[in-house]
């Protein structure tokens, strides 16, 4: 088994307070299984889970730096922000990958539950190692019956799970951790409270079908004792993405696909928490990171986003209604680095060039070998 260290920025000038040993694809390993073309020649419904996972990416990087830097003000402990008192939360991760982003939050927050997910069991297989090598206890689990200790002394759960994106396979990861939940030494669960992706938006990934599991596990709330306007707590529920898009007119899909399934859309820049010279040393130049929340009342008619009055319009209401939400549950998240979700910053192309064929330098993508 390959291992490599892995760094989390934990300060704005680069300096890291946490590592992790994660296993692997080797560099060389890695490149030919991305470039295998016997299986895919020809066959335009090539489904199987591709291997881009069986690396660590800059979105991951950065997304861990994000969670490194904010985690602790949008997912404060349970008691604080919670009528359930002890209910215990769940942090899912999509498209796992090696689990450097869900490693962090298993780190971060001690006090919550983490489920990392992912389509390949290569990449699943990669996590429970990294897991073993860190001696953290981990339960390997499908949709219907997981292995691994887990005793009702143990107050939170570490999971890894195969998960596709759709709809019957994410009812099924809602039943497991309703499952697990019940084993836990505080037995209330307290539903999803953020769900966490890196490097997913890349060419062929359906966004619709991400984002609609997003939706479906943020609204799952957990245990009917917890049961209120958003599931007895204050503290938002939330989706955040981070990524450099690789999807022609990706940032604008993504958005429609958003306002569609009724969440409201920000973005986070980057030079928010992470210094200028550091962000251009480590090749994440085009680099972002979106936060997605669910509105109580979604958009009307999302294809009127065309007309650039009302595109604004709409992103300025949203950047407004998630401040209003982070003041009201009287976090201590810094909402001025909030950003409407077409703002460019520097190295990055969200607005109009984005679409048009030349739109993309060749100084703004991640270089790495």
Same mark, same amino acid.
């Given at each position: 088994m390959h291992y490599e260290e892995f760094e989390v920025i934990t300060a704005a000038n680069g300096a890291p307070s946490l590592k992790f040993d994660l296993a692997c694809a080797t560099a060389r390993n890695h490149y030919i299984r991305c470039t295998k073309t016997q299986d895919k020649q020809g066959n335009d419904n090539y489904n199987s889970p591709c291997s881009t996972g069986l690396r660590v990416y800059g979105g991951a990087q950065v997304l861990a730096a994000f969670l490194a830097r904010f985690g602790r003000d949008l997912l404060p402990h349970t008691a604080?922000?919670?009528?359930?008192?002890?209910?215990?939360?769940?942090?899912?991760?999509?498209?796992?990958?090696?689990?450097?982003?869900?490693?962090?939050?298993?780190? $971060? @927050?001690?006090?919550?539950?983490?489920? @990392?997910?992912?389509?390949?069991?290569?990449?699943?297989n990669l996590v429970a190692a990294s897991a073993r090598r860190h001696g953290l206890p981990m339960i390997q689990a499908d949709a219907n019956n997981f292995t691994g200790n887990l005793g009702t002394h143990m107050h939170r759960a570490v999971v890894s799970c195969p998960l596709e994106w759709r709809k019957e396979d994410t009812i099924q990861l809602i039943s497991l951790i309703e499952q697990l939940s019940k084993s836990l030494r505080c037995q209330k669960n307290g539903g999803v409270r953020m769900v966490l992706g890196s490097d997913l938006l890349y060419y062929r990934v359906d966004i619709k079908l991400l984002l609609t599991t997003c939706k479906c596990l943020l609204q799952y709330s957990g245990d009917a004792a917890c049961s209120g306007k958003d599931g007895g707590s204050l503290?938002?529920?939330? =989706?955040? $993405?981070?990524?450099?898009?690789?999807?022609?007119?990706? *940032?604008?899909? !993504?958005? !429609?696909?958003? *306002?569609?399934?009724? &969440?409201?859309?920000?973005?986070?820049?980057?030079?928010?928490?992470?210094?200028?010279?550091?962000?251009?040393?480590?090749?994440?130049?085009?680099?972002?990171?979106?936060? !997605?929340? $669910?509105?109580?009342?979604?958009?009307?008619?999302?294809?009127? $986003?065309?007309?650039?009055?009302?595109?604004?319009?709409?992103?300025? =209401?949203?950047?407004?209604?998630?401040?209003?939400? &982070?003041?009201?549950?009287?976090?201590?998240?810094?909402?001025?680095?909030?950003?409407?979700y077409s703002k460019k910053s520097p190295g990055d192309a969200l607005d109009d060039g984005v679409y048009s064929a030349n739109g993309c330098e060749l100084d703004t993508l991640p270089f790495r070998f």
């Open positions: 604080e922000h919670s009528t359930c008192g002890d209910a215990n939360p769940w942090v899912v991760e999509l498209g796992c990958g090696c689990g450097l982003v869900g490693f962090t939050a298993t780190e $971060l @927050f001690p006090e919550v539950s983490v489920m @990392f997910t992912d389509a390949s069991v290569d990449c699943l503290a938002p529920r939330l =989706a955040i $993405l981070s990524h450099f898009m690789r999807i022609p007119d990706g *940032y604008k899909k !993504l958005q !429609l696909a958003a *306002y569609e399934l009724g &969440f409201g859309i920000v973005r986070v820049p980057i030079e928010a928490f992470i210094d200028v010279n550091v962000i251009q040393n480590r090749g994440w130049n085009g680099i972002s990171i979106v936060m !997605l929340f $669910l509105r109580p009342f979604p958009h009307a008619d999302s294809h009127s $986003l065309e007309v650039s009055k009302s595109h604004r319009q709409r992103e300025e =209401a949203d950047l407004a209604e998630i401040k209003g939400i &982070f003041s009201e549950a009287h976090l201590p998240f810094q909402s001025e680095v909030l950003a409407c």
